[in-house]
């Protein structure tokens, strides 16, 4: 009971912010192409009862997704990979993206071999896009979930617009949701790309994760 609490005070407190930061935004105010509100942006993500929980469809591929590992203390712990994407990303960045998460593989705990692009959730922020995603998905192995908002342009968003600053609601959103279902989360734009060093030693599942953290905290 008292992580569901402090999980709800959490999600509460950021989304408190982000409402107040829309409404004061100077780009709202602007002239770049948009039809993004970031005040309705933001209510977007409550309902008449409170802050909207996370979907079926998002419980259902994190379920999927997350990769089981052991902390340097010998604790068990879940972690799951997260992005977003938007139709000029799955159009530019997400095929190399994923193909390099792909690229870092490891013995799984049943000992098939397995790779991080399977333990990837990637929330469809526009309209339309969901085709894009699950064509990736069938070549990847990664998990397409619809999060789309009709006011988001399928168009490169063009920087200090409102669809531009509407991705950062959409993160915080994202990874909320994803600490709410008791994962550990690592949020990856599509334009990272995260190095690894083969070694004679096989890599695991816990030396992968732990390294991707590690290298993917000095991308940021």
Not at 74 to 92: P, T
């Amino acid at each position: 009971m008292c992580l569901l609490h402090d999980t709800f005070e959490m999600r509460l407190s950021c989304f408190m912010f982000l409402v107040v930061a829309a409404a004061l935004w100077p780009s709202a105010r602007g002239n770049a192409p948009t039809n993004v509100s970031l005040p309705d942006l933001a209510n977007s993500y409550w309902s008449d009862s409170g802050l909207k929980m996370p979907s079926k469809e998002l419980v259902d591929a994190v379920n999927r997704a997350k990769l089981p590992l052991l902390d340097a203390f010998g604790h068990r712990r879940e972690i799951v990979l997260m992005s977003i994407g938007s139709e000029f990303a799955f159009q530019r960045l997400f095929d190399v993206f994923l193909a390099n998460l792909q690229n870092i593989s490891f013995t799984g705990a049943n000992g098939i071999q397995d790779n991080l692009a399977r333990h990837i959730v990637v929330n469809v922020m526009t309209p339309g896009s969901a085709e894009k995603c699950a064509g990736l998905a069938a070549k990847y192995g990664c998990y397409c979930v619809s999060f789309a908002n009709d006011a988001f342009t399928l168009g490169n968003f063009h920087v200090f617009s409102n669809d531009f600053y509407g991705i950062g609601f959409t993160k915080t959103a994202t990874i909320l949701d994803g600490l709410t279902l008791g994962v550990d989360v690592l949020f990856l734009d599509a334009g990272m790309v995260v190095r690894t060093y083969r070694s004679a030693i096989q890599h695991t599942a816990t030396s992968v994760a732990l390294s991707l953290i590690s290298r993917a905290r000095r991308l940021v």
